[in-house]
């Protein structure tokens, strides 16, 4: 039986009944004795009150403020679990060393960056600040010009990040991410120990390294990690699933004296390990904390039954897992999930937007409905639709579709080559050669524009004057364009962007972003809309109309907040909707086409597919295309993702949809 905790502040402050105010499940966490103890929080269970309530049970029992370590992954969580503490124990949480592990890290640096070979008073640089420094590296080595495509300081960036927080070799992280620079494998460690070498020298700090630079300070230095061994008599972690391994390993460091540890997390929701997040950290901290009490809280306040009953059905296929079974405390709803099997992807985007006006129709309100995805690129032809019928969207996976560069990009050269007299795009496409920034655009401009005026045809352009690193690139570039315009006529636009990829543009996004996979996608996916045009000119004004149209015409008068969001899965954890459109769910689209060669790729691809199920509070509504129109060099028929397939069909409303009407059974949903 639970025992009935208080902690009486004052005279003047009620105490606070933790039995009362706590479910059976949170109440046992948050009571727990001194001890490792590894707390599986599942999906709208209330992590937060249950680490918010334990800080203030700790406090109860006479555990001094600045005793307790409370580590967060974002600055809000920390402040909003900080400031409930305060109001449930007015001034007793004020000495708790509470936030992220990056600050916590800088804390405890400012006290002893000079054991670690930096001076008091170093300064810590945002990514921007990160790539200049880089940039300068490259510089001084002649790395960052040239003939041969080096990675840019962006992407050597992300590849130092990634090797840093997985503690991984750059041979590693090349052959896994970045297969393409492996031929640079070790000029890439060089510029490495030269960019570690020039932090030190302007005694500056990146973000990874107030991680890395604590965990060295506290191994090297054993008087050091004591004291802080010493103080902390209680260590809490929140989001413990999305730990990498410095994090983990700082965790254990910081609490080996008391080993007063307590986790929380959901194995269920580790989504992120492209970005190094170690699943194994939380499935295997029983087995690294001897003793270790598992509590799960699987009471949900969030979903109706309906939802979570595919919630736990959609998680049943992973071997690697802490067993759960979520529990509704909210009625049973009369509509189960919907699966929705469209034509094409076309007709899929027709679908989605003709359900949310009928939605937004009968009462929801825009803002309370989300169209979730695996991939931003599969947002495209919804954010067309919804251009069409003017449906308002806000989008959290990135910039609306044709606002991203690389569109841009590669659009300035379908531009330049069908109206040579368009000078923004001619800029923009000589500025993506090395060597070639503002004022030497202009002064290409002015050769361009006169030779062209003059009769001459693109390949006339080779004579310009250009600089000599840019020689070679702007001979390719020119070559290119003339492509682009072969007699009789210019190319259709899936055919110039093909072109445009091949000769130029996809080496280019190799070395400038880090996430060049994703991009190349988009690319696939605008050249699979382009192959519906003959014209390219044609093509071109639609997609200036796209870009440019604002969508908030058929909602005149609407609060600005009266928009639908758009997301990718991994944006969206944390949060959730009334009505969630959980889209493209083929094998290849999702999971992954790349996550189909591991077993543990697939793993967090469902993992991906249930916390996408469990966004969603009342309606979900599970959709792929059979057929997917123009995909890169053709069309492509897709299978059913193989999630769907392990989901009990009983659970589900099979939705029989014919556009522009459809049938659910006897009734229509349009």
Known sequence: MARAYTLDVSPTVP???????????????????PGPALVIAGAGSGKTRTLTYRVAWLLAQGIPSRSILLLTFTNKAAHEMLDRVRTLVPGGGEGVWGGTFHSIGNRILRSHAERIGFRQGFTIMDREDQEDLIASVLAREGLSSGERRFPKAEVLGDIFSYAINTGSPIRKVLGEKYRYFIPL????????????????????????????????????????????????????????QDTNRIQAELVDLLAAKHGSIMVVGDDAQSIYSWRGANCENILRFPERHAGAKVYKIETNYRSVPEVLNLANAAILGNENQFPKNLAAVR??????????????????ATFVAQRVLELRDEGIELHEMAVLYRAHYHSMEIQMEFTRRGIPFSITSGLRFFEQAHVKDVAAFMKFATNPRDEVAFKRMVRLLPGIGNKTSETLWSQTSAALAGGADFSGLLKLKVPAKSAKTWAQLVHTVSDLVPAPGPLPPAAMMECVL???????????????????????????????FDSTAEFLSQLALLGGVE????????????????????????????????????????????????????????????????????????????????????DNFQRPSRFLSELPEDLMETWDVGLPSASRGEESPF
């Open 502 to 532: 091949f000769a130029i543009y996809e080496d280019y996004m190799k070395t400038k972003f880090a996430n060049f996979d994703a991009r190349r996608e988009d690319l696939a996916t605008l050249a699979g809309f382009a192959g519906q």
């Open 331 to 348: 009625k049973s709803h009369p509509v189960r999930p919907a699966l929705v099997c469209l034509e094409t992807n076309s007709q899929q």
């Open 185 to 240: 494998e070790v000029e890439i460690e060089r510029v490495q120990g030269l960019y570690e070498a020039r932090k030190k020298e302007t005694n500056t700090m990146d973000f990874d390294d107030l991680l890395c630079k604590t965990l060295e300070l506290l191994l090297t230095n054993p008087d050091v990690a004591e004291r802080y061994q010493q103080q902390f008599r209680h260590v809490l972690v929140d989001e413990y």
């Open 551 to 634: 969508t908030a015409d058929a909602f005149a008068g609407e609060a600005d907040s009266e928009k639908i969001t758009l997301s990718t899965l991994h944006q969206a954890k944390g949060l959730e909707w009334k009505v969630v459109f959980l889209i493209w769910l083929a094998d290849g689209m999702f999971p992954s086409a790349r996550s189909l060669e591991s077993p543990e790729a697939i793993e967090e691809e469902r993992r991906l597919f249930y916390v996408g199920i469990t966004r969603c509070k009342d309606d979900l509504y599970l959709t792929y295309p059979e057929l997917r129109l123009n995909a890169g060099y053709g």
């Open 15 to 33: 105490p606070i009944d933790f039995a009362a105010e706590l479910n059976a499940e949170q109440h046992d966490a948050v009571t727990s004795p």
